[in-house]
Nanobody, 114 residues
Framework: VQLQASGGGLVQPGGSLRLSCAAS????????MAWYRQAPGRQRELVAQ???????NYADFVKGRFIISRDNAKNTLYLQMNSLKTEDTAVYYC?????????WGKGTLVTVSS
């Protein structure tokens, strides 16, 4: 089973990025999914989550800036990140809600810097 996050990179403050996460159908369609992130020296934290039917919830620190979405036909999870801040710098991961250790992939690095 694979959860492969992609789309990270270097972006200036105020910029945007769109992350994608390709998942196997067996875990994607019926599960709530989420984006998590881990900044250097900090614990992994929940960024945004979406239910199997599309209801969303966001951490306070990304509300109004990030949008989580999913395409069940493509088994893909997305995170549109706007108005990025330097403190958004982290490795971003996708996983179920609640997360399972076997599904943590390598993540995708987002660096926000001028």
């Amino acid at each position: 089973v694979q959860l492969q996050a992609s789309g990270g990179g270097l972006v200036q403050p105020g910029g945007s990025l769109r992350l994608s996460c390709a998942a196997s159908g067996s875990i994607f369609v019926i599960n709530d999914m989420a984006w998590y992130r881990q900044a250097p020296g900090r614990q992994r934290e929940l960024v945004a989550q979406i239910t199997a039917v599309g209801r969303t919830n966001y951490a306070d620190f990304v509300k109004g800036r990030f949008i989580i979405s999913r395409d069940n036909a493509k088994n893909t999870l997305y995170l549109q990140m706007n108005s990025l801040k330097t403190e958004d710098t982290a490795v971003y991961y996708c996983n179920k809600v609640p997360p399972e250790s076997r599904y943590w992939g390598k993540g995708t690095l987002v660096t926000v810097s001028s």
